[in-house]
Structure formats: C-alpha cells, structure tokens
C-alpha cells in the first residue's frame, strides 16, 4: 500500500504522514456499480481514490437523483468530509463508476492529522475548493445548458474517465444521472445520432466528437 501512496501522493505528503496512511488506512478494490455510501448513513472513514472513478448523486424529495460530480485517482470527497467530521448522516449517495481502488481512513486520524500534517490541511482545504467548483458547474448546467447539451457533457466525461469513446450505460442509468425520463433520453440519443455526434449501438454508445 505504501508503494501506491508513494506513486500518487509522494509529492504532496509528508513522509510521515504517507506512512500513517499506510499503518492506520484500508485497501478496498471495489468493481464497478457498487454502492459506497448511502443516503441517511452516518459516515466513519474517508476515501482516497488510488484508481478509478467514483459518481456523487443526490436525491430529491420524490426519491429521484441527480449526478453531482465525479471523483477521480487521487480525489476525495468534501461531502464525506464534512459527514465525518460532523458526525452527520449522508446526504449523498456514492457509486462506483468503474473498477475502483481506494485507502478508507478512519475519522479520527483525518481529524488529528489537520492540526500535524501542513499537507493534509491543504488537501483538505484543495479538497472542498474543488468538489465546490464542480458543484457550482453541475448547477450551471442545469440553470443554463439546455438537456440536449448536459446529455452530451456527460457522455463526454465518461468517456474522458474511462479514455475510451464507447460509453456502456443504459439510456436509463443516463436519465437517472439526469434528472429526466428515458423515453427523453432515448429521444435526445437519437438526435444526437441523426447529427453525427454519437453513435447507437446495443449495449453502448460510442461518441464520435470524444477528445480522449
């Protein structure tokens, strides 16, 4: 584990801390579509995504969700974060977008850490700086962009996630991360295909415009 550590965080951390990590952190290699954390769960550990990507949904009072951001390798969540700290329920739901590798570290070393570690109160404050930016830019999107264009970015961000232009989710599972029916996303699909931005096949979708 520390070798991995090493490899992501070595210019970042601390020595010291990089082998606190190592002594007091869990490895978990979780398959994709796995749900982390729930709604309502009282959270006890903080992820660091070594490999991988990790979808953040929120869930309206109806019961339906909506695609917040996605966390990367060498990512965290200030949701999480802040859950922990606060020793508050879950107000978010995280899923596993693809095969994911990660360090669970237990709150109360996160906490202790803030007031040892210049490197990790950093992390922490770049932490909550960035997950805010990309909420600000999933709220633009939905005040702003019209469905047809949040539908494309989303395309786009998978397939930046997995560098590869075929994305492998139902038009269901994209309606849910949209907010929206399927039977709109199938329309959207189709129209996006009859432009020449996307093909449609059986069980992907392959972007034609991917910059990956």
């Not at 709150?107 to 992390?123: A, D, I, P, T």
């Not at 990309?134 to 395309?155: G, H, Q, W």
């Not at 129209?191 to 415009?209: A, D, Q």
Request: aromatic share 6%; with cysteine; hydrophobic share 40%.
């Amino acid at each position: 584990m520390e070798e991995l550590l090493i490899d992501l965080y070595g210019g970042q951390f601390e020595r010291e801390l990089l082998e606190e990590i190592a002594a007091v952190g869990v490895y978990k290699d979780i398959p994709a579509d796995t749900i982390l954390m729930d709604f309502g769960q009282y959270v006890k550990s903080m992820p660091l995504l070594l490999q991988g990507a990790i979808k953040i949904m929120r869930e309206d009072q109806q019961g339906d969700e909506l695609l917040l951001y996605f966390l990367e390798k060498g990512d965290t969540c200030a949701m999480t974060l802040s859950c922990c700290m606060g020793a508050t329920k879950s107000e978010i739901r995280a899923v596993t977008e693809t095969d994911t590798q990660l360090i669970l570290i237990p709150v109360q070393h996160m906490e202790s850490w803030l007031g040892k570690y210049k490197s990790w109160r950093g992390f922490v404050m770049d932490s909550y700086h960035d997950r805010m930016m990309e909420m600000l830019d999933a709220i633009d999107s939905i005040a702003f962009m019209n469905l047809e264009d949040r539908v494309m970015k989303l395309l786009q961000e998978k397939a930046q996630i997995v560098q590869n232009k075929e994305v492998y989710n139902t038009h269901k599972e994209l309606a849910q991360e949209l907010h929206t029916s399927r039977v709109v996303i199938s329309r959207i699909l189709k129209k996006l295909e009859n432009e020449g931005r996307i093909s449609l096949h059986r069980s992907h979708i392959t972007l034609i415009e991917a910059d990956v």
